[in-house]
């Protein structure tokens, strides 16, 4: 359930999004993620590490998702980030971490 964003009443798995962006040669890691949205409840952010020596903008993300999956599941944001994400014991990223800094502050906050 907490893999599951809710947007503008549409459920959208993170793994699904994960799935269509991970294809991307340039993606070495990426997590999806919901943070607030005002109008939509949550919008779908995705947090992406660039295969070193990869160049990569949030449109090419975007696009690149938009060819597998439903225009309302792909990303309305993507972060980059340069050094790996965060993971557990278990080789999972921690997910919680990556959106606590959205959620701070917010009335709700998904676990």
């Given amino acids: ?5 809710v ?3 549409e459920n959208v798995y993170s793994s699904e999004v994960e799935s269509a ?3 991307h040669p ?8 919901g943070i607030p949205d005002p109008t939509w409840g949550e919008a779908v952010h995705a947090v992406v590490v660039p295969t070193p020596g990869h160049e990569l903008t949030e449109d090419e993300v975007c696009e690149h998702a938009r060819q597998t999956i439903a225009g309302y599941k792909v990303p309305k944001s993507v972060e980059f980030r340069a050094e790996p994400l965060p993971l557990s014991g278990a080789m999972k ?3 919680r971490e990556l959106r606590a800094p959205y959620w701070e502050g917010q009335d ?3 676990g």
Avoid: C, R
Wanted: net charge positive; no cysteine; hydrophobic share 50%.
């Fill in 1 to 5: 359930m907490k893999d599951m964003i």
């Fill in 7 to 9: 947007s503008g009443g």
């Fill in 21 to 23: 962006i991970s294809t």
């Fill in 26 to 33: 340039g993606v070495a890691q990426v997590a999806v993620i």
């Fill in 93 to 95: 990223v921690l997910k």
């Fill in 108 to 110: 709700k906050s998904i």
